[in-house]
């Protein structure tokens, strides 16, 4: 097993959607990686920083679910990060009504001693230079998998390649890894994207599932077509910590195993919609993970007859 060390917000959401709105509730990139990842029972620590407003209860989720916090830097007097937003019906496309960077305007992450030496690094959706930041920080990661998203690419193109030349694994959404590469076709984005340093590209498709591209190797896994989707919020978040717990619990790296990590990942993302927030991750248990893994089964097994 692995170390696994998870930097990103941990922060205050408020979400509206077609099903109801919610104050002030836990949210943030790290939360929900971590939380995911916690899945698997790995040694795992996240990296973030928050203001005194930040409810002890909030930090104490993440102490029940064996995640370490001594990275998270609480600031006296400080605010913690906010982002507020409101979905669209067709749940795929959103507006930002508020965001407060807080706390998170002047993060310095301080990567614990005890984890210096983590050999999975997942460094969720922040500023590059803070990516990079905790990058310098780790002695020798088998492995570092970023995530990132438009914002960036429009506002810090320069300081994310640099972050992007140095990781083994990119994940974007579809939009996102057509803006990076300027490629319409997903499979020539992936291919442009792998010469600016990443090794694997995994490419998320929404409902639709996400792909994984190595060299010539190409992989698809399906989304589980649900019944509820509640609040997609955090979503693209908890298939990465599952990809990454996934990855950490088997100590395995190879394209093979990231096939099964995807598999994980997407399993995991298909939980975190069905309640607002965190609260579907919060109280899942292993058997509900494992009995969903077999309804992915049944989707992406089949004999073909040759006539």
Known sequence: MSKLLIVGTVAFDAIETPFGKTDKILGGAGTYIGLSASQFNVDSAVVSIVGDDFPQK??????????????????????????????????????????????????????PNGYKDAEIVMLGNLHPLVQLS??????????????????????????????????????????????????????????????????????KKGEHGALLFHEEQVFFAPALPLEEVFDPTGAGDTFAGGFAGYLAKSGDISFENMKNAIIYGSNLASFCVEKFGTERMEELSGQEVDSRLEEFKKLTQFEIALT
Do not use: C
């Not at 916090?69 to 906010?82: A, L, S």
């Not at 640099?162 to 694994?169: Q, S, T, W, Y």
């Not at 994940?171 to 291919?191: F, H, V």
């Open 58 to 111: 909030y930090l104490d989720i993440l102490t029940k679910n064996n995640i370490n916090i001594d990275g998270i830097e609480v600031v006296p007097g400080g605010k913690t990060f906010f982002w507020s937003g409101r979905y669209h019906n067709d749940l795929n496309s959103r507006d930002t009504l508020d965001t407060q960077l807080n706390v998170l305007a002047d993060f310095n992450p301080v990567v």
């Open 134 to 203: 905790v990058l310098e920080q780790l002695e020798s990661p088998k492995l570092a998998i970023l995530d990132t998203m438009n914002f960036w690419m429009d506002n810090a193109l320069e300081d994310l390649m640099k972050v992007i030349a140095k990781v083994d694994v990119i994940t974007i959404n579809d939009e996102e890894a057509r803006q990076l590469s300027g490629e319409y076709s997903l499979a020539k984005a992936a291919k442009k994207i792998a010469t600016m340093g990443p090794k694997y590209v995994v490419i």
